[in-house]
């Protein structure tokens, strides 16, 4: 069965699971009345009505190839079919004085779990309509007996009932344990699923805010960014020969032209243009060179990679798009600002993916240490807007990976960013 199946699938999977042990054990139990203890059972009709439910069970499964989503009428039809499939099997098996009676709150356990209010409730009143009705109207599986054999036919039926509440309520316990934990674990997946998709979307909908206003702003800065280039190359030479404010002329010229160069990247990221595959060192190598350029007070920094995983490391490649680089550049930024002493980077492949580890000894979040977070909820910095994380957040889950903050119990922040990684030989 294919893995990626929805939750409505998987439930229906395993409610046809259910109904084949149930099945099962009905089989059996009415063997054991039909030839252990001698009663009446209608052979003919029971047996067409457990060759029907063994139909239902082959359709069901041929439905679930079907890519089409199950929803709660589906499941609503089916758990009907079980319940009047079973009140059909009762009529004929003694009605209400059948021990397996009692099958009948799986399938009302079923339908809350799985149906909405509406559906559980109706499902349940009518379980309840049909059990009564089942009180009335059945076919009683005494059949004639004279009079010495009634009190030994009334024993056999007390046996009977005695060993069959035993079995549904142990196979009802067994069941309720195996699959309907799993069914609640699955639906408690996908509401997690979806309240993360929806707070990814109100966060990109606010990115694409952030994203229109940025891309207004980048077209009324180039010309001042331009202007100041031109007025730097003219200070540049009229005092070319004064070292001490050479440097600082040349230290705002790098500075310019970084900012044009991050406003040519801002429209090139506008523009669906192919991913670059690099290799993983390399890219973070142009990662801190790029960011040592805007940070130029700040220490050097030299990815670590533990000796065990050179090899592995070397032959590991990521796709890299216009926007990846400024998304680390941004996690960096937000380290060295945190961080009194220089920051540290670490390197490491596991499991076909990359991890960049960024590490610095700030204050840290107020979170419990060992605490996992996707996001602090505003920026931890005085002058911050508390866009940057989520810009870097929103870029690195594009490429398919994820970033992760941990508060480090001997202080500061440990920020990992993992990647998808193939092999050198499958780019």
Known sequence: ????????????????????????????????????????????????????????????????????????????????????????????????????????LVTVIMGALLLPLRYSWG??????????????????????????????????????????????????TLLINFFVVRMAEALREERATVAQARERQLRDEHLLAVATTAAGAAHELGTPLATMAVVLGDLSEEHRNNPELSDDIKLLKTQVKECKKRLNRLVTSSQRVEPDTLPATVFLAEVLDEWQLLRPHLKPVTPHVDPSYQEPISQCRISVDS?????????????????PDPVSVTLRPEEKKIIIEITDNGPGFDLPPGKTVISPPVSVKKEGLGLGLQLSQATIERSGGEVRLYRRP?????????LPAKEKDAA
């Open 123 to 172: 499902l349940s009143c009518l379980s309840i309509v049909v059990y009564t009705l089942l009180m009335k109207w059945y076919q009683p599986l005494t059949g004639h007996t004279s009079g010495h054999d009634v009190q030994e036919t009334m024993s056999t039926m007390v046996i009977m009932h005695l060993g069959g509440m035993w079995l549904t309520y142990t196979l009802s």
């Open 1 to 104: 069965m294919n893995q990626s199946l929805n939750v409505g699938a998987r439930n229906l999977q395993r409610l046809c699971s259910i109904r084949t042990i149930v099945l099962i054990a009905e089989t059996i139990g009415l063997l054991l009345a039909g030839y252990s203890l001698a009663l009446p059972i209608p052979v003919l009709s029971v047996s067409l009505i457990l060759c029907l439910n063994a139909l239902v069970i082959i359709g069901t499964l041929l439905r679930l190839r079907c890519p089409r989503p199950i929803g709660h009428h589906e499941l609503f039809a089916q758990l009907l079919f079980d319940l009047f499939s079973q009140a059909t099997l009762f009529y004929l098996t003694g009605g209400y004085t059948n021990p397996f009676i009692s099958v009948f």
């Open 323 to 339: 926007a990846l680089p400024m998304a680390l550049i941004n996690l960096l930024n937000n380290a060295a600002d945190a961080s």
């Open 410 to 418: 001997e202080g500061g922040t440990l920020t990992a960013v993992t």
